[in-house]
């Protein structure tokens, strides 16, 4: 168990690994999740980029500070009483959206949501995240990671397909 891992700095994280798609490999606590939504990828990414009316499809997540949707653009937002800072890395319409954030100041994480319109017309949606920081596998695991994308996921989809 990486206990002490730290991590590249939040620059490198965003520049190196986020904006070239990569996670960071090392990290303590990672996670990979997709879902079919039966939907096309416009509507799932529209969704996803309406981001101050999540908490209208997403119960455990709202965005308190946002500008334009672009790569460095940087916004504020909770997720389950926890506040991040958060800077967009890339983002490509209807493929790709991703970020680097920084949580209680240590906590540095890459978040990637990936779509992928599938023959049928239907949206295959992965999310993928790594975390790191002094002590995060004290109280976080890659199987809570998992658990909170696999919920995210499941609001998308239902959200996507009404």
Known sequence: MKVLYAGPSIERLHEEYAKKGRLDDDAPVKSS???????????????LVDMRNWPAWRSDAHVVELGEIEPDATFRWNIRGSAIRSTFAVVEPERELTWTGVAMGCFKAIDRMLLEETADGRTRVTVEESMSGPLLTLFYSGAKLRQGHEDLLRMLKTAAEA
């Open 33 to 47: 999740s997709s879902i079919v939504v039966d939907a096309p990828a416009g509507k799932v990414w529209n969704l």
